[in-house]
C-alpha cells in the first residue's frame, strides 16, 4: 500500500512538472514559472545518506529559486538533526489510508462538484491570509493547481453559504488510486464541520470507483484527529526539509523600467557575468574598493550571500540587484549602521556598461532613495563619488545631494579625492518617474525601523 501511494504520488508530481533532473540519490522536480510554490520546486531523496550532502545537492539543483526543499519517505527523521544544524527546518506528514468506516456519517448534502476556477477567490483568500500570502503566490498556487489537475484528474467539491464558497477540496485519481487534498475551510466559516463534511463527500466519491483512497495531514495538526475520525490510518511518513528564503527576499522596489529586488543564485551568476562584461574603463577606477581589478565568480557570490548571512538590525547592507526585462543588469545597494537612531543610510550602485548612457543610474538611485525615506522613514542619504566620476556626481546632483566634504581613499594604491555627499529627505528632488514599494510590510524591524 505505501508504495503504491508512493508511485501515484511520484507520477503526478513529475508528469505535472516542467522539467526534472535525475541525480545520485534522487529526483529533482522544478516548475521555473511557478517559483514560489514549494510544492512544485523540490528535490527528493530515494536513498538517504547524509544531511550535508543533500543540502549540497540542493543548493546545486535549486540556483534558480530563493528556497531550498527536500523530500524523503524513509530515513527523513535519522538525519534530522544534520538538517537542524544546518539552519534547515523539518515538517513530518504522515500518510493515512482509508482503512475503516468513519465513526459517524454527515449530511454531504451540503456539497457540490465545481470547477477549479470557482476555488479561486476563496484560495486567494485562503493564501492572503498566511503570513507570507501575497497576490502572486496565489497566482502562482493556482497555477500550480492547474497544472496537477491536467495529469491527475482532479475534481473539487465546495459549500457554499449564501453563494460565497465556505469550504472546499480537492480529489486527484489515476483510475484506481485517489488522493483527498487541499482542504480549506474559510475563517468565517469555521467551527460548523464544513471540513468533515466535504472530506465525507469527497470520500464516497472516491469509494464508488477507487480501491484506495488517501491523505496528507501534518504529524502535529488538529486535522489528523479528524481524518482518523473518518476511517484513515496512518502507514507511513513523509520528512521535508526547508532552508526557507530570507524575509527580504519578498521586497521587491519598481520603477518605470525597472524592479530591483533580491537575486537567487543563478541570477547572481549571471549578474557576475554582467560584471565581467565591462562597468568602466580599465584605466580608471571609479569605487573605492577596486572589486572589478579580481572579478571571480566565487567571491561574488560571497559578498552577496554575506550580507544575508550577517545582516543584523544594528548593522546591514542591502544589495538589491537591478533588472531590466526580467535580466539582471547592476547593483543598487543600501546599508546602515544603528540606523534605529542614526535613522541615516548610504547608497551604493553599479551598472553594466551596455546599460549605462540611458538614466537607468537615476532611476535606480531615486527606488533606493524612495524605499529609504518613504518605506524606512530614513532621514539622511550618505553617497559619494571619486573626482572625476561624472555619472555618479551627475546623479547625485540632479537628485539634490550636497557635498559636505572632501577625504582621500586609494583603490590602486594611488590617493584620490573623494567627494562625500550628503541628501536629507525634505531635499530630494523626485524625478516624477512613479516608484512603487512590494514586500515591505513586516520586515521594519529587520532594518532597524519603525512599521
Known amino acids: ?25 534522487g529526483v529533482g522536480v522544478f516548475s521555473d514559472s511557478l517559483a514560489n510554490v514549494y510544492d512544485a520546486n523540490y528535490v527528493r531523496v530515494d536513498a538517504p545518506v547524509d544531511a550535508d550532502l543533500h543540502a549540497a545537492e540542493a543548493d546545486a539543483l535549486m540556483e534558480p529559486f530563493w528556497h ?3 523530500a524523503m519517505d524513509s530515513g527523513g527523521a535519522a538525519l534530522a538533526g544534520g538538517f537542524e544544524r544546518l539552519g534547515w527546518t523539518r515538517a513530518t506528514h504522515v500518510v493515512m ?64 453559504v449564501e453563494g460565497v464558497v465556505a469550504a472546499y477540496c480537492e480529489l486527484r485519481s489515476d483510475g ?77 522596489v519598481r520603477t518605470p523600467r525597472l524592479e530591483l529586488r533580491l537575486a537567487s543564485t543563478a541570477e547572481l551568476r549571471e549578474l557576475e557575468r554582467v560584471a565581467e562584461a565591462g562597468i568602466h574603463d580599465p584605466a580608471t577606477m571609479p569605487f573605492s574598493l577596486a572589486w572589478t581589478d579580481s572579478l571571480d565568480q566565487e567571491s561574488f557570490l560571497g559578498w552577496h550571500r554575506s550580507a544575508e548571512r550577517d545582516w543584523r538590525p544594528e548593522s546591514w547592507r542591502l544589495e538589491l540587484v537591478a533588472f531590466a526585462d526580467g535580466r539582471p543588469i547592476g547593483v ?19 551598472l553594466g556598461a551596455a546599460w549605462q548612457g540611458y538614466g537607468l543610474g537615476t532611476e535606480m538611485r531615486t527606488a533606493i532613495l524612495t524605499l ?8 539622511e542619504a550618505a553617497s559619494g563619488a571619486i573626482a572625476g566620476n561624472l555619472a555618479s556626481l551627475g546623479v547625485s546632483r540632479k537628485l539634490g545631494y550636497r557635498e559636505i566634504g572632501r577625504s582621500t581613499v586609494s583603490p590602486r594604491g594611488t590617493p584620490l579625492v ?34
Open 1 to 25: 500500500m505505501r508504495d503504491r501511494i508512493r508511485r501515484f504520488s511520484e507520477t503526478i508530481d513529475e508528469a505535472a512538472a516542467e522539467r526534472t533532473v535525475p541525480f545520485a540519490h
Open 176 to 252: 484506481a488510486t485517489a488522493q483527498i487534498e487541499d482542504v480549506n475551510t474559510l475563517q468565517a466559516y469555521r467551527g460548523r464541520g464544513f471540513g468533515r463534511i466535504v472530506v465525507q463527500h469527497a470520500l464516497d466519491e472516491a469509494r464508488a470507483n477507487h480501491d484506495l483512497v488517501f491523505l496528507e495531514a501534518l504529524a502535529d495538526d488538529w486535522p489528523r484527529a479528524l481524518y482518523a475520525k473518518l476511517g484513515f490510518e496512518i502507514i507511513g511518513k513523509r520528512h521535508l526539509f526547508l532552508h526557507a528564503p530570507t524575509p527580504l527576499a519578498r521586497l521587491r
Open 97 to 160: 489510508a482509508h482503512i475503516r468506516q468513519p465513526d459517524k456519517r454527515a449530511d454531504t448534502g451540503l456539497v457540490r462538484e465545481v470547477p477549479l476556477e470557482a476555488l479561486a477567490a476563496p484560495h486567494t483568500r485562503v493564501t492572503l491570509a498566511e503570513p507570507h500570502g501575497s497576490p502572486q503566490l496565489a497566482n502562482q498556487l493556482l497555477a500550480a493547481k492547474r497544472r496537477i489537475g491536467a495529469v491527475a484528474r482532479a475534481r473539487y467539491f465546495a459549500i457554499e
Open 418 to 451: 573623494h567627494h562625500d555627499l550628503l541628501l536629507r529627505r525634505d531635499e530630494f528632488r523626485r524625478p516624477a518617474a512613479t516608484v512603487q514599494i512590494e514586500g515591505l510590510a513586516g520586515l521594519e524591524p529587520l532594518f532597524g525601523a519603525r512599521s
Open 372 to 379: 529609504l525615506f518613504d518605506g524606512l522613514h530614513g532621514v
Open 332 to 350: 543598487q545597494a543600501l546599508h546602515a549602521d544603528d540606523f534605529a537612531s542614526s535613522r541615516r543610510a548610504s547608497t551604493g550602485s553599479w
Open 68 to 70: 531550498r526543499r527536500i
